[in-house]
């Protein structure tokens, strides 16, 4: 299967700071990936479906102009948390879809941490 | 989407055959039933995934049944690293080239106790 790495796996910032989160397709060209969100003891929540050479598309209730997402190239999509605060503190993680059967592979996990 | 539901948690001890069902009653025709298995700061890790009646990998079991509102996934003789949470996904159709969006469930925390 398709194998996803991100970057950084744990970041630390203070609160005003833009952060990006990197994650590749490394043997897979993508022309979607996933962001998802997901709260300590809480299952993924869907972000936003990022589309090679076009605008993501955002879920209800995730600020685009807060998580900017971009998706330039086959392999890799980047979200940026600007201007991050403390309630942005969360785990985020990246998956490509692959095959007939749409099987999801994700990536390691980005934990950010906002002071 | 078809939501799933599964329970919130089970205790299982090593050794033992651990089943977790899934309810999907809103299934579509065209939709896979996949589980996935999520350790702490980790990205989840695709399990086992099925279309009806049963499939088999060396590490799990799915059962569906013929009206496929359900789903098990088996475990056997779980072990103490198994005790994760566990997914269950439905709606995986790749539809003309373009990706079918996921929404995960509550998902299930296995604890397999010595």
Known sequence: GAVVSQHPSRVICKSGTSVKIE????????TTMFWYRQFPKQSLMLMATSNEGSKATYEQGVEKDKFLINHASLTLSTLTVTSAHPEDSSFYICSVQQGRSGELFFGEGSRLTVL | LAKTTQPISMDSYEGQEVNITCSHNNIATNDYITWYQQFPSQ???FII????????????????????????LSLPRVSLSDTAVYYCLVGVFLSSGSARQLTFGSGTQLTVLP
């Open chain 2, 49 to 72: 995934q099925g279309y009806k009646t049963k499939v088999t990998n060396e590490v799990a079991s799915l059962f569906i049944p013929a009206d496929r509102k359900s789903s098990t």
């Open chain 2, 43 to 45: 990205g989840p890790r």
């Open chain 1, 23 to 30: 994650c590749r397709s490394l043997d897979f060209q993508a």
